[in-house]
C-alpha cells in the first residue's frame, strides 16, 4: 500500500505540474506575441500605396487597332494561298510559318521591354577599363545583325500575321542603337540596373537573415520565459521520477 500511496503521489504532482506548465506557457506566447506585435508596427516604415494607371492614349490605341487590322488582313492572306497548294506544299508553308512566328514574337517581346540588344540579337557586352573600351558592340556589327534579320522578318518573305510590326520595331531599335549618343545613355542605364537589381538581391538576403534572427529570438524569448520560473521543480520532479 506505501508502494502504491507513493506511486499516485509521483503522478499527481506530474499532472499538476503540467496543468500549471500549460498555463505559463500560454500566458508567456500572448506576451510574447503582443510585444512582437507591438514592436513590428513600431518599426515597419510607413509607406504610400503606388497606384500604376495603365492608361494609352489616343495614338497608342490606333496604333494598336492598325496592327491588328493587319494582322488579320494577313492572315487571310495566307489562309487563301493555303487552298492554292497541295497538302505537301502546305505542310511546308505551315512549318514555315511556325518558324517565322517565334522570331516574330522574340522580337516583339524583346522591344515592349525597350531590350534593343535583344530585338537585333545580339549580347550586350561592354567591357572597360577606366576610359578605355576593351570589349564593345561596333556599328558595324549593329548594321550586320539588322541585315541579316531584316531578310528574314521582312513582311513580303515573313508569312506571320505581325510580321510587318515586328519589322517596325527591328527598324527602331537598329536606328537607336546606331546614335551613338542615344547608345551611350541606353548602356549607362543598363548597367545602372544591373547596379541596382544585385542591390536589391543583397537588400533581399539581408531581409532574410534579419527574419531568421526575429524567429530565433521569438523562440528563445518563450523557451527562457516557460523554463525559468519552472528550473528549481524540474530538478525536483526529475530527482523523484528517478
Same mark, same amino acid.
Given at each position: 500500500?506505501?508502494?502504491?500511496?507513493?506511486?499516485?503521489?509521483?503522478?499527481?504532482?506530474?499532472?499538476? =505540474?503540467?496543468?500549471?506548465?500549460?498555463?505559463?506557457?500560454?500566458?508567456?506566447?500572448?506576451?510574447? *506575441?503582443?510585444?512582437?506585435?507591438?514592436?513590428?508596427?513600431?518599426?515597419?516604415?510607413t509607406e504610400d500605396?503606388?497606384?500604376?494607371?495603365?492608361?494609352?492614349?489616343?495614338?497608342?490605341?490606333?496604333?494598336?487597332? /492598325?496592327?491588328?487590322? *493587319?494582322? *488579320?488582313?494577313?492572315?487571310?492572306? =495566307?489562309?487563301?494561298?493555303?487552298?492554292?497548294?497541295?497538302?505537301?506544299? /502546305?505542310?511546308?508553308?505551315?512549318? /514555315?510559318?511556325? %518558324?517565322?512566328?517565334?522570331?516574330?514574337?522574340?522580337?516583339?517581346?524583346?522591344?515592349?521591354?525597350?531590350?534593343?540588344?535583344?530585338?537585333?540579337?545580339?549580347?550586350?557586352?561592354?567591357?572597360?577599363?577606366?576610359?578605355?573600351?576593351?570589349?564593345? *558592340?561596333?556599328?558595324?556589327?549593329?548594321?550586320?545583325?539588322?541585315?541579316?534579320?531584316?531578310?528574314?522578318?521582312?513582311?513580303?518573305?515573313?508569312?506571320?500575321?505581325?510580321?510587318?510590326?515586328? =519589322?517596325?520595331?527591328?527598324?527602331?531599335?537598329?536606328?537607336?542603337?546606331?546614335?551613338?549618343?542615344?547608345?551611350?545613355?541606353?548602356?549607362?542605364?543598363?548597367?545602372?540596373?544591373?547596379?541596382?537589381?544585385?542591390?536589391?538581391?543583397?537588400?533581399?538576403?539581408?531581409?532574410? %537573415?534579419?527574419?531568421?534572427?526575429?524567429? %530565433?529570438r521569438f523562440i528563445?524569448?518563450?523557451?527562457?520565459?516557460?523554463?525559468?520560473? =519552472?528550473? %528549481?521543480?524540474?530538478?525536483?520532479?526529475?530527482?523523484?521520477?528517478?
Amino acid at each position: 500500500r506505501g508502494v502504491k500511496n507513493r506511486y499516485k503521489l509521483r503522478w499527481s504532482i506530474v499532472w499538476i =505540474f503540467a496543468v500549471l506548465l500549460a498555463c505559463h506557457i500560454k500566458k508567456c506566447c500572448s506576451l510574447v *506575441i503582443m510585444d512582437g506585435h507591438d514592436r513590428s508596427q513600431d518599426e515597419s516604415p510607413t509607406e504610400d500605396s503606388l497606384h500604376k494607371n495603365n492608361r494609352f492614349d489616343e495614338g497608342e490605341v490606333l496604333a494598336r487597332e /492598325q496592327a491588328e487590322k *493587319i494582322r *488579320i488582313e494577313r492572315e487571310k492572306k =495566307f489562309e487563301r494561298e493555303l487552298e492554292k497548294m497541295n497538302r505537301e506544299q /502546305q505542310k511546308v508553308a505551315k512549318r /514555315q510559318k511556325r %518558324t517565322d512566328a517565334k522570331i516574330v514574337r522574340r522580337i516583339l517581346k524583346a522591344s515592349k521591354a525597350d531590350k534593343h540588344y535583344d530585338v537585333l540579337g545580339l549580347r550586350n557586352i561592354n567591357i572597360t577599363l577606366g576610359k578605355i573600351k576593351l570589349l564593345r *558592340i561596333s556599328s558595324k556589327e549593329v548594321k550586320r545583325a539588322y541585315r541579316k534579320l531584316a531578310r528574314t522578318i521582312h513582311p513580303d518573305k515573313n508569312k506571320d500575321g505581325r510580321a510587318a510590326e515586328a =519589322f517596325d520595331a527591328l527598324e527602331r531599335s537598329a536606328s537607336f542603337l546606331s546614335d551613338d549618343n542615344l547608345r551611350m545613355e541606353y548602356d549607362s542605364m543598363i548597367s545602372a540596373e544591373k547596379i541596382s537589381k544585385r542591390q536589391e538581391r543583397l537588400q533581399n538576403l539581408l531581409d532574410l %537573415t534579419d527574419f531568421v534572427y526575429r524567429r %530565433t529570438r521569438f523562440i528563445v524569448q518563450i523557451v527562457y520565459r516557460v523554463i525559468k520560473p =519552472f528550473s %528549481t521543480p524540474l530538478l525536483v520532479l526529475g530527482i523523484l521520477l528517478i
